[in-house]
Structures are given as C-alpha cells and as structure tokens.
C-alpha cells in the first residue's frame, strides 16, 4: 500500500494543504468541541478535528484577496448584490459543471442550504406531511423536519456486491404512493456515503418523481468536492422535467471552508416554484448575505479559486485512499464503501463491535480518548456508524490512523 508523506512534493502543489492549523481558541467547533458525552482526551494527546463537516485547510487565497480589498473600504452599509457576484456563480457553473443558460432570476441567495429546505418545505407542505429522504441521513436534513413538524419516511440505500450504494427506486416509489408524499430531499453527491450518482441514476430518480407528481429539494453544496475521475451531474440538467420540479442548492461555504461567514444560494428555473420559495424565506427579514461573504463567494469563484479547488480534490483523493486501504488492512470487522465525493468516511463497526463485545458508545469514546475526534454515525440512521472527515494534511490522516491501530483496533 502506497503512502504520500509529503502530498505537496508528489503532487507538485501550487498550493499549501500540508500546514497545520492552530485552530485552537480560533472560533472553531472542530477542535474545541468534543461532539460525545462524557468523552475526554487523554494526557499526551494532541487533537485531531475529524468530525463536523469543515475543513482544516486555509481557504483559498483568492478568497482572502477579494476579502482584504473590500475591507479596504471602511463603510459596510445597507447594499444589494452585484452583478459579479451573479456572473460568478453563472460562470462557476458552467466551467465546473456544465450548466448552460442559467441566468441571474434563477439564483437566490440563502442563509444556508438547511434554510432553503426549511423554506421549499413549508412552502409546499404542511405540518404533519411526510418527506421522503434516503438513508442513510444526514443529520441536518432530519432536524430540520422535525423542527417544522413534518413526517420523515426514508427509503434505505443499499449496497451491491462492489460495496456501492445504490438507490431502490421501487422502495421510492412504493413508499411515496403510501405515504401520500409530494416532496423529496435528494442529496448529491451523497453525505454521508459519498457516492457520486451517475447520470442514469438520477434520471431513474427523477423519473420516480415525476411519476408520483413529487417535488425535489437536491442538496448540491458538496458538488465540487467529486473525487479522482468522478463528476457531478447537477439534477436539474438530466431532463426539462427534473429542470422545473427541481429547487437546487448550492454553495461555496463546504467548498472554500467558508461555513463560519455563511451563504448559499438556490437554482430554481421554475418561477412558481421560485416565489413561492423566495416568499417562505422572505418572511423573518433575516435571509440576506453578509457583504463579505459575497466577497468571498467572487473570489472563490475566479479561476485561481478552481486551480485552487482542482488541488484539493487531489489532496482528498489521496487521503481517502490511503484510510480506505488502512482501515482494509488493518481494521477487521470495520466495513465501508470507497468515497467517491466528499471528504467524509462512513465506517461500519458492527462486526468489530460483536466480535470484541464492546458497545458503540465504548468505541467512540476509545477514539477520542487518544485525540481522534470523530464522529458518531447512528444519528445518520445506521445503528453501528462512525463518520469521519478526512479534509485534513495529510501527514494528521497518518497520524490518526497510527493512533487508532495502536490503541483503538487492537
């Protein structure tokens, strides 16, 4: 099994993914929180963020630049967005992903993607309805409906023989016709698994929505972040169907490790679809960016933000793949499916756990006790989960691992 010590020297990089944050004391939940009752870290050892979804890299430097120079100027009043931040993310779409013909009226900008949901839903939905997503889930989509009182149905993900997870249409559609369903949440690439849906795949989804008369909210922020030779097919784009049943929501906060200045923003072609969410959202008077934050979405959007973000998925992949062959190595009992996107790792211990007779709650607490800050998976509704992130310098993947083999899988 190959290892990359220095990914900077192998991968020849512009840019710098092998500095070790102090992130300490810095507005950071990664290292400052530990996500897990009654969980501590013993003496001698350092911390590992290895949990909530952000990354331990310094953002793009264009970001900072675009930042720095509005900063420059000393007012920050009342103002709307500009033409170049509409342009920025009409161009970003079409380099990144294809997308042709998207014009300034189908963007609307979103305190965050949760929002979003939160709006499409109780636009289209009344309290008590149900809400089809897959599982497994990521947490924030559950908390978010049950904080507006609407009714979760999940249809289970499975994996074929290749360990790749895979939809069940039939499940789909058996379970949106029971359930009097007209709404779905569609996550893609996926969180936690990672898979990155293939076009055919997404037709075959949306075909089953569009039988059954259902509306689709398609989480895209981690649409950037597809690994090795893996691409993003945005929803919207596999049919004139899928284009107008659809409210897409992006980002550039997973992206460019933005998530602390906040702001997303929608796709949505359709305008009844689109007023009808703008209204939802409109009705607290908070759902407006912060004037830096637009800033930084241009300068992530330039074209040294996708040099930048080309380098990253390169760090990612590497990363993924020397856990991925870690853990087959020497984790027995630990089961998971290669990532194709994201930077997060969904681990299966329920055969480690039988076998050594130990609870979940033990291993969890076992991997932090030695700095490795992961994260429980069973929220995500699996019931012997750990996720991990994995958007770290390489040589702290190294590090966690080591740790997790000599004191945790042993």
């Known amino acids: 099994m190959q290892t990359y010590h220095n990914v900077t020297e192998v991968l020849k990089m512009k840019y ?16 400052d929180v530990i996500p897990f009752p009654d969980a501590g870290i013993q003496e001698g050892f350092s911390r590992l963020p290895m949990w909530v979804a952000d990354m331990n890299f310094a953002t793009a430097p264009s970001v900072l630049q675009h930042m720095r120079e509005r900063i420059e100027h000393p007012a920050f009043g009342y103002y709307n967005p500009s033409e170049e931040y509409y342009d920025s993310i009409i161009g970003w779409q079409e380099r990144r992903n294809g997308v042709t013909g998207l ?9 965050g993607v949760l929002g ?26 559950t908390g978010t409906l049950e904080n507006i009182g609407r009714k979760i149905v999940l249809s289970d993900l499975n994996q074929d023989s290749d360990g790749i997870w895979r939809m069940d249409y039939a499940d789909m559609e058996r379970k949106i016709k029971e359930n009097g369903i007209h709404m779905a949440i569609f996550c893609t690439p996926h969180n936690p698994t990672g898979r990155v849906w293939e076009k055919e795949e997404i037709e075959a989804a949306m075909e089953v929505y569009r039988k059954t008369d259902c509306l689709v909210i398609s989480d895209e922020i981690w649409s950037d972040l597809t690994l090795e030779e893996h691409r993003h097919i945005p929803t919207q784009s ?4 899928a284009k107008n049943r659809t409210v897409a929501v992006y980002a550039p906060t997973k992206t460019f490790n933005l998530a602390g200045l906040i702001g997303s923003y929608h796709i949505i072609y ?7 969410v703008q209204r939802q959202s409109s009705l607290s ?8 934050s637009m800033h930084a979405l241009v300068g992530a959007y330039s074209q040294e933000g996708g040099e930048w973000v080309d380098e990253l998925r390169m760090v990612l ?3 993924v793949q020397y856990a991925y062959g870690f853990i087959q190595e ?14 997060m790792l969904y681990l299966d211990c329920e055969k480690w756990c039988k076998k050594k007779q130990i609870t979940m709650d033990d291993l969890i607490r076992s991997g932090i006790s030695v700095g490795v800050i992961w994260q429980d998976g069973r929220p995500f509704h699996r019931p012997w989960a750990i996720r991990m992130n994995l958007a770290l310098p390489h040589s702290l993947v190294i590090e966690a691992f080591d740790r997790l083999k000599k004191h945790v899988f042993c």
């Open 270 to 276: 359709n305008a009844y679809l689109r007023e009808r």
């Open 16 to 31: 710098d993914f092998t500095t070790i944050m102090d992130r300490a004391g810095k507005d950071s939940i990664a290292v």
């Open 238 to 241: 596999v049919s004139e169907d």
């Open 116 to 141: 979003c949901v939160s709006s499409a839903v109780q636009a289209f939905t009344a309290p008590g309805e149900a809400v089809l997503l897959h599982s497994p889930t990521y947490v924030g989509f």
């Open 103 to 111: 014009t300034r009226e189908a963007i609307g900008y979103e305190n």
């Open 330 to 343: 020497h984790f027995e009992g630990v089961e998971l499916a290669m990532p194709q996107g994201t930077y």
């Open 317 to 319: 992949t590497q990363n």
């Open 285 to 292: 008077h908070y759902n407006t960016m912060n004037v830096l």
